[in-house]
C-alpha cells in the first residue's frame, strides 16, 4: 500500500514514539493510550522525547541505584516540587544519549507542561496521591522581537530576496553551478511561502492535485491532520506557472512523481533541502538575521496584519486555533497600528477640503 506523505509521516512518529516508550517504565504505556485520542501523533512523540529526559534525571541525580525502567509509579509520589524545581535546572544543560544538550525557557516550559500532563493522568486514575508538577511554576517567557523581512520605505528586504533567488546574484562559483536548474523550483517554494504563510511541513507535503489553478488556491494539511484552503495572490501564479512549465517539460521526472516540489534527484523535496536553500539566499539579503522558513512566514503574518489590521484574518490564515497565539506574537504591531489609527483619526468625521 502506497502512503501519502502526511501518512508516512503519522508512521514515523509512531514507530519512534514507540521505540522510546520501550526504554521507559512499563506504566508509561498507559498515559500514552489515554491520551491517544486527544493529541497528534507529532506530540505523542514529544511527550515521549521529553519523558525519556525526564526519568533520565530521575536514575542520574535522584534514584542513583535504579535504571528508568526500574522506576515504580510509587517512586513518583516520593517526588517534592523541590525535586521538581531541580529538575527543571537540570534542563539548562543536560546529557541523554551521550549528548549534552540545554533547553531554553520555552524548551524548558515544554518540558514542565509534559510532566504536568503526565502527572495529571496518573492523579485522575487515583494511581498517584498528588500531583505535584502542578506545583511548579512554570519558566517566564521573555517576548521576543519577531525577526523577518523588512519591507518599508527604506529597506525593501522581500524584493531583494526574491531577486536574489531569480538572479543569483551574490552566490558563489559553486551554489551558482547549481542555480539555472533550481532557480524557478526555489523562487515558486519562496513565493509561496511570502504569499500564504504556509508552514515548512505543509509545502513539503504539496501534491500537483493540492492546487485549484482556476482560483488560485490550495489545499494544505494543517497540524493535527485538519485540512484548509488557502488563496494566493498574481505573484504567487506567476513563480508557480514558470516552475510547473519547467517540471511538466522535464523528461526526467518520473509520471508517477506527484509531489509539488522536487529535488535534483526528482523526489519529493526534503524539509532539510528547503531550510537550506532559505538560509542560503536569506544570508545575502541580511546576514544580520537568522532568517529561516518559519521566519518567512511571520514575514507573511506581519504584512497581512499591517495591510489588514484584523488579527483574526491574520490567525485564520497562519492556521492558528487560539487567537491569542497570534496576538502574542504580533503584539508590537498592534502598537503600530495603534498609533496610526490615532494619527489618522479625523474626531468630526468630515472630509478635509
Known amino acids: 500500500m502506497e502512503y501519502s506523505y502526511f501518512q508516512q509521516r503519522e508512521i514515523n512518529c509512531y514507530e519512534r514514539t514507540s521505540k522510546i516508550i520501550e526504554e521507559l517504565p512499563y506504566y508509561v504505556q498507559d498515559f500514552f493510550v489515554g491520551v491517544e485520542m486527544q493529541t497528534s501523533p507529532l506530540t505523542r512523540l514529544n511527550y515521549a522525547y521529553d519523558l525519556r529526559v525526564f526519568f533520565s534525571f530521575l536514575a542520574a541525580k535522584v534514584f542513583r541505584n535504579k535504571e528508568m525502567q526500574d522506576i515504580e509509579l510509587r517512586d513518583l509520589d516520593m517526588l517534592t516540587a523541590s525535586d521538581l524545581e531541580l529538575y527543571v535546572s537540570y534542563l539548562s544543560f543536560y546529557k541523554i544519549n551521550g549528548k549534552t544538550e540545554k533547553c531554553t525557557e520555552t524548551g524548558k516550559a515544554r518540558k514542565l507542561s509534559t510532566l504536568r500532563s ?26 521576543k522581537e519577531i525577526i523577518r523581512l523588512d519591507s518599508n520605505e527604506k529597506v525593501d528586504e522581500i524584493g531583494d530576496m526574491l531577486y536574489v533567488v531569480e538572479s543569483g546574484s551574490g552566490l558563489t562559483q559553486k551554489q551558482r553551478a547549481f542555480h539555472n536548474s533550481t ?6 517554494i519562496i513565493t509561496l511561502f511570502l504569499g500564504t504563510g504556509i508552514r515548512i511541513s505543509e509545502l513539503v507535503g504539496l501534491n ?17 491532520g485538519n485540512r484548509a484552503v488557502l488563496y494566493y495572490n498574481d505573484d504567487v501564479v506567476k513563480a508557480l506557472s514558470n516552475y510547473l512549465e519547467l517540471r511538466e517539460n522535464d523528461k526526467n521526472v518520473p509520471e508517477d512523481e506527484r509531489a509539488m516540489f ?4 526528482n523526489k519529493r523535496i526534503a524539509t532539510r533541502t528547503v531550510q537550506e536553500l532559505v538560509k542560503k ?10 532568517i529561516t522558513p518559519h521566519k518567512l512566514r511571520s514575514t507573511f503574518g506581519t504584512n497581512l496584519y499591517r495591510q489588514t489590521g484584523d488579527i483574526y484574518v491574520v490567525a485564520d490564515c497562519l492556521g492558528h486555533k487560539n487567537v491569542e497565539t497570534t496576538k502574542k506574537h504580533y503584539a508590537a ?9 490615532a494619527t489618522s483619526l479625523n474626531i468630526t468625521g468630515q472630509k478635509n477640503d
Open 333 to 341: 504591531i498592534t502598537e503600530d497600528i495603534r498609533k496610526k489609527a
Open 208 to 224: 500537483i492535485e493540492d492546487f485549484d489553478f482556476n482560483t488560485n488556491s490550495f489545499v494544505v494539511t494543517r497540524k493535527g
Open 183 to 188: 532557480k524557478l523550483r526555489d523562487t515558486a
Open 118 to 143: 503526565f502527572y495529571k493522568y496518573f492523579f485522575n486514575k487515583n494511581m498517584l496521591k498528588a500531583n505535584v508538577a502542578e506545583k511548579v511554576q512554570m519558566p517566564k517567557i521573555h517576548e
Open 281 to 290: 539566499y536569506a544570508k545575502i539579503v541580511s546576514p544580520l538575521k537568522h
Open 262 to 265: 522536487l529535488s535534483l534527484q
